[in-house]
């Protein structure tokens, strides 16, 4: 969330923030409603000081044997008058909670304004999209040809949105979750997590899923939900704590599958397996000083750059504009890889700098070295990458004109020496 004083004191730049984001300016209410309830504070403060006094008052007089009957009124119309500021301070407090829980990250300054993705800016493109002397074909052509990818089967088992891989297909699904793993902790150095993928609304809330998109994940009958994302567990691994300033930055990783509903995408991506309901991703969350968080995020673009390089794919990074990035980020590099088939670029993996703003809400600080007080650290989440659409990416580069699929050299030691894949293999 966000610092009321900061917003009380800065009102002009903090709407203007929102209006970068679309939104309509909010600092007239957050302070009026911060106004109101310090004020109820203020009061309660003094009253509580007078029934004090009134109290100490009415000791002394029943020990001189005087009547405090009128020291006794003013009592119970100072427990009324206490009950009712306390009344206003609680509900100003959750008014105001309600009101900022549900407003976005505020933009980095150098993020560039734009209402749809259609602004967003190209950074780099890396590597050259294959050339082909035949027509390429889209990976579900290629999967399905090969016997080994499944959609029919899939929508008997769960309906829409899911796909049964097969053979070489699903092996090659493993095998590039394990060579990502191995990259990100052996020459990345990021830790290892295997973390739930079942949550309370807690770590939902802490990464801002929650109040505002919980439409969009899966929620179990006894209460959990399924995990969108493992930056949710991951980053929540630092909830409600207080770091060590040596220790940053934290690096973590993990495989998991990852649940989403795709509320609001239907008819988007309605083939193949570009946007599914389940699908595999290796996830990269640093939690790092604020001082080094920009650094960091341009470490994690490249972490998972790296993947792509090795397994010889091209692509483009572009930062997105204000009005395309997350609820959570400040500041998002997407890396997109370049599909034949679809002679377009895709989506694998989306690279944010949340700053402070999940730690607000998460409650998680370090304390500087020497320092009695505590700052907030800053929070980053990147894929590195999204297993299925890598596998997608894989297919259609490597396509070859009988239909088979060169499995790229950096996969084959994590597949048996397998050099290629043919129908059924």
Known sequence: MFDVKWIRDNPDAFDSALRRRGLDPLSERVVDLDGRRRAAQTVLQELQARRNDVSRE???????????????????????????????????????????????????????????????????????????????????????????????????????????????????????????????????????????FLVRDEPLFGTGQLPKFG???????????LIPTAEVPLTNLVMDEILDEAKLPVRMTALTPCFRSEAGAAGKDTRGMIRQHQFFKVEMVSIAHPDQSEAEHQRMTGCAEEVLKRLGLSYRVIVLCTGDQGFSARK??????????????????????????????????????????????????????????????????????????????????????????????
């Open 215 to 225: 439409d969009d994940l899966f929620k179990t009958a006894q209460g959990h939900w």
């Open 332 to 425: 998002t590099y997407d890396i997109e890889v370049w599909m034949p088939g679809q002679n377009a670029y895709r989506e694998i993996s989306s690279c944010s700098n949340c700053g402070e703003f999940q730690a607000r809400r998460m409650k998680a600080r370090f304390r500087p070295t020497g320092d009695k007080n505590t700052r907030f650290v800053h929070t980053l989440n990147g894929s590195g990458l999204a297993v299925g659409r890598t596998l997608i990416a894989v297919l259609e580069n490597y396509q070859q004109a009988d239909g088979s699929v060169i499995v790229p050299e950096v996969l084959r030691p994590y597949m048996n020496g397998l050099e290629r894949i043919t129908a059924d293999a």
């Open 58 to 196: 009415i000791g002394i007089c029943k020990k001189q044997g005087k009547d405090a009957a009128g020291l006794m009124d003013e009592v119970a119309r100072i427990k009324e008058r206490m009950a009712a500021a306390e009344q206003e301070e609680r509900q100003t407090a959750v008014d105001l909670e309600t009101l900022l829980v549900a407003v976005p990250n505020l933009p980095a300054d150098d993020v560039p304004d734009g209402a749809d993705e259609s602004a967003n800016v190209e950074l780099r493109r890396v590597g050259s999209p294959p050339a082909f002397d035949f027509a390429p074909k889209q990976h579900d052509e290629i999967g399905t040809a090969l016997g080994l990818m499944d959609f029919e089967r899939a929508a008997k088992l769960s309906g829409a949105r899911f796909v049964v891989l097969k053979g070489a297909l699903a092996r090659m699904e493993r095998a590039l979750a394990a060579f990502m793993l191995d990259l990100q902790t052996e020459v990345h150095g990021y830790t290892e997590v295997a973390p739930p």
